[in-house]
């Protein structure tokens, strides 16, 4: 097949397939390995019970961020059970000549944000890691998936994968978006006209005026959550945006190497004639500020729609949507806008870098936090969080009356001390509004853009960023 | 053949309505603070079966002891934790048959030798009300026949094929075919350009 007529993932998938496999599964090389303290103990214990050493230690990296604290950072950590994953993974990766990027490096991160901010994600890779966000590096063109612990072992003893090459379906954002709509609106809407499950068995590529049009930090919010739809990876082809933003990267390549690796990552990039097993196409012109009403983020609207009917749903869908009125306490037919909250979320991998927390920033310097509401901005690396203190953006969220915090995944999925108490209503940045997903079983989570959060966490309920910052 | 082969699962089920059950709601997230999978069966749907007050599947005694659980649609979405199919096994839990299944929870259960086959949603519908109603009968997944039985009654089931071949010929635990390959492993990496450093 000619390049014009491929796509980048079969371009990708054929470079890296090591062999085929009966039943039409790929052993498939994997470049690069991210861990951290959460999935990979039990792989590296399943490894030293097997008498079997790490393959390739230098394309594994690891960073600690599922528990870590972001209020105090000291050794031991004051939760024990949180000190002992620590531990494993420093001796684990100490043991096999692993890097790992503790928070005495300087380089600690929520591991989907310090893999492309070092340089570590590049076009053209296969990206393995123990977390379902991994699609999030399929913002430069890799192709990047989540897996699970036996897995990881799979990895780390082999650098290898079995696995079933996805279909793949284009997504076209054609448009532009208006004032006060981000990239989190975008994959919101997406997921909402496609569904949860509507990308199981496919890789999305994103494409289109406003995908191409977007920062590699807008293009990353993307692809997160490209798995909230189902999809196992997402990606978008490598441009001149995703290229500067590597350029001078510490573990991106330098002189020679570099104009080398430039005009291979542009040859990935799918050809004008790619075929693609579907495409669909969305209309960001219309699209407006997104928030999730429900239990899961494709239950989602507008921020100036109503609440959807149950009727007038599809009979297939009706008892989830009972379910989530029941869980949110929420009535079908009312304004989203105006809702209530009690607590406001801004970090995760979804949307920590430091766009996100400038964008909040602007929010945040219209007004104060409202009285009964606990608000906190959890930058999502401490590269990210230097770089806020730089502008002043720490300063700027303490004096609305934010918590500013040390890096890490905090109250996306509160296995840290970050989590909601009882039946509070939060504004989140994050990806998941699953029941109890941030730390209390009857916790209620708000999916919205960083902006939203912001103006959220100031009026006290659900507003339209667009009223207050115009 | 080794004893790792997963042809048949026989079994009683039980049934466990709705869709997109997520894996947070499987195993919650702060029982992810461990460095073992020993504990985790203690707290599957823990949170659910605390708000049901009692009226949980997972608390119905006339599923006591089942081993094949029937979910709905994209059963075991979003967190790739590998707990969740963990905690399910640990419960005694060989077998789902649901009516589409998250990826990553699919992956998963392969790695862990537990077959996942799919219905088609009017089967399913017939399979969870008959098995509702006589609970007691047990339940087969036939992964050969790709096929599910209950009184007499076979479903037709999906199941991919190379998911198949690993669990008929017990090469679910992927580590001993990927180490197959060999050398083939590191040919393949000496002509990835980025492993290579981007050298001419």
């Known amino acids: 097949m000619s390049p014009n007529t491929r796509n980048l993932l079969q371009k990708v998938w054929d470079t890296h397939s090591v062999r085929e496999l009966p039943g039409g599964q790929t052993q498939l090389f994997i470049g690069l390995h991210l861990i951290h303290e959460v999935t990979s103990p039990q792989a590296f214990a399943m490894l030293r019970e097997m008498k079997l050493p790490v393959r390739f230690p230098q394309r594994t990296f690891a960073t600690v961020d599922h528990i870590i604290p972001t209020d105090d950072q000291q050794r031991p950590l004051a939760d024990a059970l949180a000190e002992e994953m620590m531990t494993a993974l420093e001796r684990n990766c100490a043991d096999a000549g692993i890097e790992l990027f503790t928070p005495a490096s300087g380089k600690q991160g929520i591991v989907h944000v310090i893999g492309p901010e070092l340089g570590l994600t590049q076009p053209g890779m296969t990206i393995a890691c123990g977390d379902s966000h991994t699609s999030t590096h399929g913002a430069f063109g890799a192709v990047a998936f989540g897996i699970g612990t036996s897995q990881v072992r799979d990895v780390l003893a082999t650098q290898c994968l079995t696995l079933a090459r996805p279909k793949v379906r284009r997504i076209e954002v054609t448009g532009a978006l208006g004032a006060g709509v981000y990239a989190k609106d975008v994959i919101l809407a997406i997921i909402r006209a496609l569904g949860v499950k509507g990308g199981v068995g496919y890789a999305y590529e994103y494409g289109g005026a406003v995908i191409e049009s977007m920062t590699v930090e807008e293009r990353l919010t993307v692809c997160n959550m490209s798995i909230e739809g189902g999809a196992r990876c997402g990606y978008i082809n490598p441009d001149d945006t995703s290229i500067e933003y590597l350029r001078g990267r510490p573990y991106a390549p330098e002189g020679a190497a570099w104009e080398r690796a430039v005009s291979e990552w542009r040859s990935l990039a799918s050809g004008p004639d790619a075929a693609y097993d579907d495409v669909v196409s969305l209309d960001g012109d219309r699209l407006a500020p997104s928030v999730t009403w429900g239990i899961n983020p494709g239950q989602n609207i507008g921020v100036d729609e109503r609440l959807p009917l149950v009727d007038s749903a599809r009979p297939e869908h009706r008892a989830s949507l009972e379910e989530a009125y029941a869980f949110m306490d929420l009535k079908p037919g009312e304004p989203i806008a105006g809702t209530g909250i009690e607590v406001a979320f801004i970090g995760s991998c979804t949307n920590g870098r430091i766009s996100d927390l400038r964008e909040a920033a602007r929010v945040a310097q219209t007004g104060q936090v409202a009285p009964h509401v606990r608000a906190l901005v959890v930058p999502g690396s401490q590269a990210v969080a230097r770089q806020a203190q730089e502008e002043g953006l720490d300063e700027i969220f303490r004096a609305a009356g934010f918590q500013w915090r040390e890096a890490g995944c905090s109250m996306c999925l509160a296995m840290n001390p970050d989590k909601l108490v009882g039946r509070e209503m939060c504004a989140s940045s994050s990806n998941r509004n699953f029941k109890g997903r941030q730390g209390s079983p009857t916790g209620r989570t708000l999916l919205m853009s960083p902006a939203m959060v912001a103006a959220a966490a100031i009026r006290g309920k659900v507003t339209d960023v667009r009223e207050v910052i115009s | ?200």
């Open chain 2, 1 to 200: 053949m080794s004893d790792d082969t997963r042809p048949l699962v026989k079994g009683r089920a039980l049934v466990l309505r709705g869709d997109d059950i997520d894996t947070d709601r499987i195993i919650p997230a702060r029982y992810l603070r461990c460095v073992t999978f020993d504990e985790v069966g203690e707290h599957a749907f823990e949170d659910d079966r605390i708000q049901a007050k009692g009226n949980h599947p997972f608390d119905d005694e006339r599923f006591e002891g089942a081993s094949i659980l029937i979910a709905g649609q994209n059963f075991g979405c979003g967190s790739s934790r590998e707990h969740a199919p963990q905690a399910l096994m640990r419960c005694g839990f060989e077998a789902f048959v649901g009516g589409s299944f998250a990826e990553i929870f699919f992956g998963n259960c392969t790695a862990l030798g537990l077959p996942c086959v799919t219905l088609a949603p009017k089967d399913l519908a017939a399979l969870m009300d008959a098995v509702s109603l006589a609970p007691e009968a047990e339940v087969e997944v036939d992964v050969e026949a790709r096929e599910v039985r209950h009184r007499g009654k076979a479903f037709p089931a999906t199941l991919p094929d190379g998911t198949r071949d690993q669990l008929l010929q017990g090469t679910w635990n992927a580590v001993a075919v990927l180490l197959g390959a060999g050398d083939a492993i590191e040919q393949t990496a000496a002509r990835i350009p980025y492993l290579r450093g981007y050298a001419d």
